[in-house]
């Protein structure tokens, strides 16, 4: 239900000379502040003008840029109008995506964001592990040693282990900001994976030995030791792809 809107006393006349930027930003403000709360409506559009005292052609700017922002949503007919919406962080989550899944972050950006953010996090993990968090990360390293002794190609189920292995260390870490980032990343980086690292036993095999590694240190609770070998182990894979992404567009 569309809830009343009662004026707020912070809008006031918009600076004449960067108006549509004025109307943006104090309606912008009420909303991120909750002055102005979830699902209530702003008043017309002949109101809001005598307000801001803007035209109505800036109004209507003002108004659309609010909605691409996702602040609000404009609703046509009798009961329509512009409602404000839940602030959240999709549109932000949104954008990581889609330049992730069509790749527009290229291989060297995407690596320092790995070898500073994961080191970060591993560190977190190794203090804050308990022992039911040491069995999960240990779970995942028989499963991959498993698919070892398998078929060759097995290399894909392997690199979506090692994917879990890494959500599983943001998760205990602790830290949302974190966990969530960082599982747009993965939910996307298998692309990157796909095109440029070597599909050869080698990596699968490297792979293992380096999440062994890090599973011994959690145990150890040595968190600087932890941050050092995810950040080793993410810099040779991604260094493997670096070079290998020459040989792709040669």
Aim: charged residues 35%.
């Amino acid at each position: 239900m569309v809830k009343p809107f009662q004026m707020n006393p912070m809008f006031k006349k918009a600076k004449q000379n960067r108006a549509f930027e004025d109307v943006v930003s104090q309606i912008q403000e009420a909303i991120l502040e909750g002055s102005l709360k979830t699902g209530e409506r702003l008043p017309g559009e002949r109101q809001l003008r005598e307000t801001f005292q803007v035209s109505r052609g800036t109004l209507r700017e003002a108004l659309r840029t609010l909605e691409q922002k996702k602040l609000i949503q404009i609703r046509t007919g009798m009961r329509g109008g512009a409602i404000v919406c839940p602030v959240n962080t999709q549109p932000v989550s949104e954008s990581l995506d889609l330049l992730l899944r069509y790749q527009k972050i290229d291989l060297k950006e995407l690596a320092e964001f790995r070898e500073e953010v994961e080191g970060a996090v591993a560190s977190m993990a190794a203090k804050k592990a308990k022992k039911k968090d040491i069995k999960e990360l240990t779970s995942l390293l028989e499963l991959i040693k498993t698919l070892l002794d398998g078929k060759p190609e097995n290399w894909r189920e392997v690199i979506k282990v090692d994917n879990q292995f890494h959500l599983c260390l943001a998760r205990i870490a602790g830290n949302r900001v974190f966990e969530s980032v960082l599982s747009i990343v993965y939910d996307n980086i298998f692309r990157y994976f796909d095109r440029f690292l070597p599909k050869e036993e080698g990596v699968t095999e490297r792979i293992y030995k380096d999440l062994y590694g890090i599973v011994e240190a959690i145990k150890r609770k040595d968190d600087q030791k932890t941050m050092t070998l995810i950040q080793d182990h993410v810099k040779r894979f991604d260094r493997m792809m670096e070079a290998n992404q020459s040989k792709v567009f040669s």
